[in-house]
């Protein structure tokens, strides 16, 4: 009867042991289900609307959006026309015109449940079409006895340049915060590399609208925005968990 009880405590001194080598998961498992929304944000450059009511020189507006496609990465997309009137040393010229942006945006930063703003890099094609008059203009004079402090005036000012065009690629660096329900306030800097451009022989593209100023001898410009839009959901997915493990 003792070889039965001493079998019996030997195989449950087993089981114990076998059973003290397995890691005892102590982890919390969280079996919500998270769901993000996905949609359509629409907005206004709030920049060339200030700009526009300061400047009477300067009339532009700009519309913005972006489509969630997946987690991180939008479509993304700008359209403008701006009409720009600008004083040289020699000349007045204004340049008038649309212009449209399309590219995608990858959003860097990690949001905590609930959240949805963006800390994101992306990317432009650009085209623009436009015209520019040459409003006045000045041409030196060799003999300023009569003039010496000043240029002469030129002849036959207000001539027009139309059926101009440029195209270009642009670096985008920005972010987008939710100030209240759905309604976000962006800002962004962005680089252009000027890639194709249609200038007429008389008169150079001295400012392209959406691009900005052109420098001579370089095909790089530079922008900003800020903006306030307003987010549409249409539907809701599943968001997916980082893993994270476990130690033993």
Known sequence: ??????????LLVC??????????????????IKKESYGLRVGADLSRLGLSFLNED?????????YRLTQK????????????????????????????????DYNTYQNWYGMNNTIFLGGRYA?????????????FDS????????????????????GLNASWLELVLGTKVELFANLYLGASVRLGFLVTQKQA???????????????DGSKFGAGYNYSISYFIPLYKKVKKSVKKEVKK
């Open 1 to 10: 009867m003792s070889r039965y009880i001493i079998s019996a405590l030997f």
């Open 15 to 32: 089981f114990t042991v076998h059973s003290q080598d397995k890691s005892i998961d102590l982890q919390p498992r969280d079996t919500t």
């Open 58 to 66: 300067y009339t532009g507006l700009e519309l913005v959006g972006d």
């Open 73 to 104: 990465l939008y479509l993304a997309a700008e359209i403008g026309n701006e009409d720009r009137t600008k004083q040289e040393d020699l000349y007045n010229f204004t340049s008038s015109g649309s212009y449209i942006k399309a590219g995608v």
């Open 127 to 139: 085209i623009s079409t436009f015209s520019q008059t040459l409003n006045d203009y000045s041409v």
């Open 143 to 162: 003999n300023r006895y009569w003039n010496e402090d000043n240029f002469a005036d030129g002849q036959s000012p207000g001539q027009e340049y139309s």
């Open 201 to 215: 022989d008389e008169f150079p593209n001295l400012w392209i609208p959406g691009f900005n100023k052109v420098t």
